[in-house]
């Protein structure tokens, strides 16, 4: 099957998506980087090798994204958590995804470890999963609880398996979701389109990785998928003309 997008063209695609979405995607939020994380799902070997099962092209294509996230994430101090979706080699915990999916991601495994390109610090948190969603039977909300995150930015594969389980999962406990069309990747344009659309229109403020990247460096990054500059307000004055009304000083 032909990739649906390529390290070369995802950032064109990107804007295409965005502008297709953008009816639904009016949720604009601002990252509190102060409350804010990024959450890197699934990019393992098992997913990005092109011989796997579950090879995974658009999860090849975000890796660059990914990692200028990851870097920007980093250098705010801001905490970078990774997920890794795994099963039993006896196959105790796989349930109904043992018998829907071909082939599994076994703990232990090489196929099983994150990209090497962006790799976990021995500091970072690793969840391990068995199901879609990150916050499932996991530690993962007591993990953010702790960190007092407020602000979820959700990268990595499938969009519309694991990351948009996720992100649902992220919205049901109250955390603002942020995805990132550009670092989020899945198997076919269709499935990413229409996860992108799910999520817009329910759950998330879809944007791009350069404008969230941009945010946590303290830096505005223009065009679509930037939030807009908003003017600012005036208090009016006696007389009708508008100025900014000066600070009350202290009685004396």
Known sequence: MKPYVTVKTIAAKSLEWLERIRPYNQHEMRLNIAASALLVVDMQRFFLDPASPTYTCGGVAIIPAVKRLIAAFRAARRPVIFTRHVHHPADLDSGIMG???????????????????????????????????????????????????????????????CCESTARDAYYRDFRVFIPADATGTISEEMHLASLLNLAFGFAYVTTSDTLAARVKGRQVRGRGAPPRRPRKLAPRAGGSRHARPRARPAE
């Open 99 to 161: 018998w829907w999916w071909e082939g599994k991601c076994l703990e232990g495994s090489r196929e099983s470890e994150i990209h090497p390109e962006l790799a976990p610090r021995p500091s970072e948190k690793v969840v391990l999963k068995h199901r879609y969603s990150a916050f499932y039977n996991t530690d993962l909300e007591t993990v953010l609880r702790c960190l007092k995150v407020e602000d979820l930015v959700i990268a990595g594969a499938m969009t519309n398996m």
